[in-house]
């Protein structure tokens, strides 16, 4: 899918984890960055592609969404597409290691790329690599801060069995 970059919408959104910088492209959300990581040139022109990607983060951040239900549109590498797609089979309130998510993908040895996959995920949360620890199940590197990391996990664990209206 081809779209043109005028087509581009950014947000700055201030949320209950801090700034985030939306961006989408049509109805396809491709970016949640933390910070302000707009483009120097970018004009910001919120949309409903973002504001109902805020929206369901402010739900999951309450504890009552556990899933997402927004149209994205993930661009990188055919291998960098295959772990951000193995990342989104993490249930939540669960973990897994870089390792696992190289075995699942069928590249058993390439769990550093999968960290390298990790480290460039376009949508952060809702592309879940905050759900990723290393293999002795330390939390290891992330683009919030490993704080944001560890807060985003406790929080999964304290909704984990509460009920939510948005399975």
């Known amino acids: 899918m081809v779209l043109s970059a005028a087509s581009r919408k950014y947000g700055l959104y201030q949320t209950s984890v801090g700034l985030l910088t939306l961006s989408s492209e ?16 970018a004009v910001e022109q919120k949309n409903a592609v973002t504001d109902q990607a805020v929206l369901q983060l402010e739900e999951y951040f309450a504890g009552k969404r556990k899933n997402f239900t927004l149209p994205l549109l993930l661009r990188g590498t055919s291998f960098q597409k295959q772990v951000w797609q193995a990342l989104r089979t993490i249930p939540y309130g669960q973990t897994c290691s870089y390792k696992d998510i190289a075995v699942q993908i069928k590249s058993p040895l390439a769990y550093r790329a999968v960290g390298m996959a990790n480290h460039n995920n376009p949508i952060v949360i809702i592309v879940p690599c905050h759900r990723v620890l290393g293999a002795d199940g330390s939390l290891t590197g992330y683009g919030g801060g490993l704080p944001l990391k560890s807060m985003l996990l406790e929080l999964e664990q304290r909704y984990l069995h509460a009920p939510s209206p948005f399975l």
């Open 26 to 41: 049509g109805d396809f959300l491709t970016e949640v960055l933390f910070g302000n990581a707009m483009k120097p040139d």
